[in-house]
Each structure stands twice: as C-alpha cells, then as structure tokens.
C-alpha cells in the first residue's frame, strides 16, 4: 500500500509499504480523509520528541471497513466509520471508570515515543481495534468525519468545565481547536464568547463561528494583563466565568489567568510546550482553578451528532482536500505558517 512515511525530521516520503497486520479484535480500514494536525506539524520538525521516525503519522481520519477480524463483532466491510485517535486498552482502573483517555497503557495513532510506536492514517490501510470504531451517520462526509478527533477535544474541554447558561468564557487562540471550542461553547448554551488571537483573519472566522467579542492583543510580548483587562470591562469589572487556553505557551496561559474573575477557572488544552511559566500569586490570591483536558473520553458520538445536525461548521475550517501525494508540500505549508491556512485533510 501507499504510505507517507517520516523518514527523518524534515522528510516526507510517499513510499510503498506492507500493509498493516490485523488482529483477531481489529478492523482494517480502508482511509479515505485523514487531517493534518498541529502536533504532526510539529513532529516534522521533531520538536514534540514523540514522532520519532521512520514513522507513519495521522490519527485525524476517517474511511469504509475494508475486513474485520473474528473477535471485531459488529462490523463488516463497507461501513463507514471513524475512529477514536487514542488506542484504550478497556482493562487498566482508568479504563474501568470510564476514563480511557487516561488509561494506563494508552497509545495515540501516528505516534513513536520512548514508551511505544503506533503507525497512523496517512496511509491507504490502517488497522484499528474495533473498541475505538465509530458509525458515520448518513450525510456526513470524510473529510467533515476527518474533523470529528479534533471537534472530540474541543467538547471535552467545555464539557468538563463548570459553566452555567448565560456566563462568559474566553478562548486564546483561534486556531482549528480554539475554533471548535467557539463553536462548543455557543452549542452548549454559554452567554457570551470571547476569542482571543494575534490574527484578525482568524478571529474574523472566530466571529462568524459564534463569538461574541473579538480581542486581538496587539503585537507578542503585549502585556498579557491588557486582555484581561478589556475582558473585565466587558463583564462589569469582574472578568469572565472560564478560559480556555489553546495554545501552551507562557504568554498565552497569563492571557487566560488574567482574563477570568476571581474564584473562575482556567482549562488548559494547547500542549506546545512541554511546560511554561505560571504567576502563582495571580492564581493563589484570586483562588483560580486550573484543569488539564487531555484529548477525549467518549464525546466521539455527540460530535457525529452535531456535525450531522449542522450545529457544528467543520467546513469553515478546511482549507483543503488534497492527494496524500501532495502531503509533503501541504506539510511544507503548514510548518512556514502560511496565512489563512487552517485545516488540510489528505486523501489516500
């Protein structure tokens, strides 16, 4: 089969490879949409240090049920479905209480770390556990089912944080994510929406996705405070309810801190950087709750549902569908940060 394959750091090579060995438990699936993600950007250039090559990336995807082994009941070739990007073992005590994305033994498709190596979905097979499967429903596309591990994070994050109808909430960063979390948190009922981002293009998008407010901090290195105080103005001096910071960068997270009233609460989603500076006393004093959201736990149904439903716009972030042939240029135009370009979804 066809594969683009990471040769070393820096190299993209579409290569002809066996293909994936199935397991009595596993489907193998025929990919037909797989989404270049923020994080295989990243690993190109090996910055994450958990896409170590020679490595097939991709764990944005979605295709038809090619064959599915004896123990993969339910499922047979031709189904469309999509797939969770987390490999769950269903037995460790996270598993057993309903928290596989923290599982012991996790794994994450398109991913080689110390710990273990899992080829991905850019590719023309990929076999998967049936565990980790998902029915299309009629009418929703490929490439809008290649959004769903995406949209899946993005719900999680507001779905694990305490917002009640009509409160504000801020997101930093108006990327694929901070965009889906726009979209969430006007699903899930939330008053106002403030975006925040550097690019006005993007938070043009943002506003049109449903926020309410846009705030473009000016030039990097702007005081972080200068956010949050606008943000106070727009909620009569208190500041607002939740935050959500989705990008993982110091100055990112003080812009999240600064923006929420005291007793709010901060959900970090953006994992950039391996760490980052926090002010303690601006969290200590106000009584700030800060919450980690890591990938999804079960949200990949209702995700289908809303994009089925419309409530959700996955095509206002895709900027292109293209061959994975084209991957290593596309890949070459997400790394130089080329404006306007969002999501790119390749198609086997």
């Known amino acids: 089969m066809k594969a683009l394959v990471l040769k070393a750091y820096g190299k993209l090579a579409l290569e002809e490879v066996p293909e994936p060995a199935m397991a009595e438990d596993e489907v193998l699936v025929r990919v037909k949409a797989c989404g270049i993600c923020g994080s295989d950007v990243h690993g190109l250039d090996g910055s994450t240090g958990r896409r170590k090559p020679p490595l097939i ?72 556990p049936s565990r980790i499967l998902h029915r299309l429903p009629e009418g929703v596309s490929f490439a809008h089912a290649a959004m769903v591990e995406a949209l899946s994070v993005a719900v999680h994050a507001v779905g694990m944080t305490p917002l009640l109808l009509g409160e504000t909430a801020v997101v930093v960063g108006a990327g694929p994510i901070g965009l889906l979390v726009v979209q969430a948190l006007r699903a899930a009922g939330c008053g106002r929406v403030v975006a925040v981002d550097i690019d006005a293009d993007r938070l043009a998008l943002a506003r049109r996705l449903g926020a309410d407010e846009c705030l473009q901090p000016g ?125 790119v979804i390749l198609t086997p």
């Open 57 to 128: 990336m991709g764990h944005e995807a979605a295709g038809v049920v090619a064959a599915a082994g004896p123990r993969a009941s339910g499922w047979a070739a031709g189904d469309r479905v999509t797939f969770d990007s987390t490999v769950f073992c269903g037995e460790c005590w996270f598993c057993r209480r309903g928290r596989a994305n923290l599982c012991d033994n996790r794994r994450v498709l398109g991913v080689s770390c110390d710990e273990y190596r899992q080829d991905g979905a850019f590719a023309e097979y990929v076999a998967i």
């Open 219 to 343: 030039a990097r290195g702007a005081p972080a405070d200068a956010t949050g105080l606008r943000v106070r103005e727009l909620t009569g001096g208190r500041g607002a309810e939740a935050a959500f910071e989705v990008v993982g960068n110091t100055h990112a997270l003080s812009t999240a801190v600064s923006c929420v009233r005291k007793g709010g609460s901060v959900t970090l989603v953006g994992n950039f950087s391996p760490s980052v500076e926090l002010g303690l006393q601006a969290a200590v004093t106000r009584e700030i709750t800060l919450r980690g959201s890591c990938a999804s736990c079960g949200e990949y149904p209702v995700c289908l549902d809303m994009i089925a439903r419309k409530e959700i716009d996955p095509a206002a972030l895709i900027s292109a569908v293209a061959p994975l042939a084209d991957g290593p240029a596309w890949f070459a135009r997400l790394a130089g940060k080329e404006k306007g370009l969002m999501k």
